[in-house]
């Protein structure tokens, strides 16, 4: 009778463990285990002098790989943002200062104007992206 239970507990014990590999196999293979691949970006906020908002200078954050511009953004600052009609995102306002008839918000990567939505263009790994609160009158000049 000892040797049958012997036998009986290894068994349940063997089960026991195959069923814990293989849950720890199952689990690799779905890529719940594996981490995402973080990136460095330099982030920057140009709030106009008047606003009383400190500016945000080269600061170092790290975002998934694949991230848009908007994505980062709103790791790092209150964001809002509207939809347009052709699916992209208008940033509204940032860190509290919203955009207005006459002014709003535009970005640089690697200090080139991007004519790109904020959710469009990816940033890659080293970028340098830059915000600027700018009167569009001073654009048009």
């Known amino acids: 009778m000892r040797k049958i239970?012997?036998?009986?507990?290894?068994?349940?014990?063997?089960?026991?463990?195959?069923?814990?590999?293989?849950?720890?196999?199952?689990?690799?293979?779905?890529?719940?285990n594996e981490s995402t691949d973080m990136i460095e970006v330099v982030f920057s906020v140009d709030y106009p002098d008047e606003s009383g908002i400190t500016d945000i200078d080269d600061q170092v954050i790290q975002v998934p790989a694949g991230s848009s511009v908007l994505d980062a953004t709103t790791l790092t600052v209150e964001v809002i943002s509207e939809d347009s009609s052709d699916g992209s995102k208008y940033i509204t306002s940032i860190g509290g200062l919203a955009a207005t008839d006459s002014s709003g918000w535009v970005y640089e990567v690697n200090d080139k104007a991007i004519m790109e939505s904020a959710n469009v263009h990816k940033l890659s790994k080293g970028d340098e992206l830059s915000w600027e609160y700018t009167s569009w009158e001073d654009m048009d000049n």
């Open 5 to 32: 239970l012997a036998v009986l507990f290894m068994g349940i014990m063997m089960a026991f463990a195959f069923t814990a590999c293989n849950d720890d196999d199952n689990t690799a293979a779905s890529g719940q």
